[in-house]
C-alpha cells in the first residue's frame, strides 16, 4: 500500500463546475499538508498549505484536512479553464522537511 | 512566495556525456534543497536530499556515483548526471525550503533528453 493515494483521473468538468479533489494517506504521523498545482512541463506550485485538521480557504480554493480518517481534499469553486493542470498533494511529519507525493489528479476544466 | 530557479530548462546531450543541472533559491537561504525526477504522468520521485556543507543523502535505488549532488552555498545547490545514458531522459525538479518552513518551493524543472 502507497503511503499516499490520490486517483490520477483525469477528471473532465464544465467551466464554473465546483471541483473536488482528494488524497487519503496511511502514516499517521503526517501533520503537514499541502497541495500543488503542476501545468504540464512546469515545476509544481504551492497552491495550499496546512497544518493538522481544519479548513484553510484561499480565494477559490479551499482545503480541508480529516486527520481521523487520514483524508485531505482540494475544493474549487467557479473553475476555470486555466485551472486544467495536474493537481499534487503533499504531506510530511513533525521533524522532517521529506515531502511524499500523490500521483497527482489530471483536471480539465472545459469551456 | 520564495522563488527557486532552475536552470537549464531542457538540455538535450549525447549518451555517454555529464550535464550538470543548478538549482538556486533567489530571495532565501536554503540548507537543505532536494532533488525528483518526474516521469511522464507520474507523480514526483525524491532522489536525494542535499544538505549545505556535507554529503548529499540518496534515496534507496539512486545511484550515488551517477547522480552527482554538490551543495556549496546556502543558495545553491547541483546535481550532476554523469555518463548519461537515453534511459536517464526524464524531468528533473528542485525544491528548497525556509529554513524552519516545511512548504516547498519548486524550481521550474529541467526537460533531459539524451540521444
Known amino acids: 500500500q502507497k503511503e499516499v493515494e490520490q486517483d490520477p483521473g483525469p477528471l473532465s468538468v464544465p467551466e464554473g463546475a465546483i471541483v473536488s479533489l482528494n488524497c487519503t494517506y496511511s502514516?499517521?504521523?503526517?501533520?503537514?499538508f499541502m497541495w500543488y498545482r503542476q501545468y504540464s512541463r512546469k515545476g509544481p506550485e504551492l497552491l495550499m498549505y496546512?497544518?493538522?485538521?481544519g479548513n484553510k480557504e484561499d480565494g477559490r480554493f479551499t482545503a480541508q484536512v480529516d486527520k481521523s480518517s487520514k483524508y485531505i481534499s482540494l475544493f474549487i469553486r467557479d473553475s476555470q479553464p486555466s485551472d486544467s493542470a495536474t493537481y499534487l498533494c503533499?504531506?510530511?511529519?513533525?521533524?522532517?522537511?521529506?515531502?511524499?507525493f500523490g500521483t497527482g489528479t489530471r483536471l480539465q476544466v472545459f469551456p | 512566495g520564495a522563488v527557486v530557479s532552475q536552470h537549464p530548462s531542457w538540455v538535450i546531450c549525447k549518451s555517454g556525456t555529464s550535464v550538470k543541472i543548478e538549482c538556486r533559491s533567489l530571495?532565501?537561504?536554503?540548507?537543505?534543497m532536494f532533488w525528483y525526477r518526474q516521469f511522464p504522468k507520474q507523480s514526483l520521485m525524491l532522489m536525494a536530499t542535499?544538505?549545505?556543507?556535507?554529503?548529499?543523502?540518496?534515496e534507496q535505488g539512486v545511484e550515488k556515483d551517477k547522480f552527482l549532488i554538490n551543495h556549496a552555498s546556502l543558495t545553491l545547490s547541483t546535481l550532476t548526471v554523469t555518463s548519461a545514458h537515453p534511459e536517464d531522459s526524464s524531468f528533473y525538479i528542485c525544491?528548497?525550503?525556509?529554513?524552519?518552513?516545511?512548504?516547498?518551493?519548486f524550481g521550474q524543472g529541467t526537460r533531459l533528453t539524451v540521444v
Open positions: 525544491s528548497a525550503s525556509l529554513q524552519g518552513g516545511t512548504e516547498a518551493f
Open positions: 503533499a504531506m510530511s511529519g513533525a521533524g522532517t522537511d521529506k515531502l511524499i
Open positions: 542535499s544538505n549545505e556543507g556535507s554529503k548529499a543523502t540518496y
Open positions: 530571495d532565501f537561504q536554503a540548507t537543505t
Open positions: 502514516n499517521s504521523a503526517f501533520q503537514y
Open positions: 496546512t497544518y493538522s485538521s
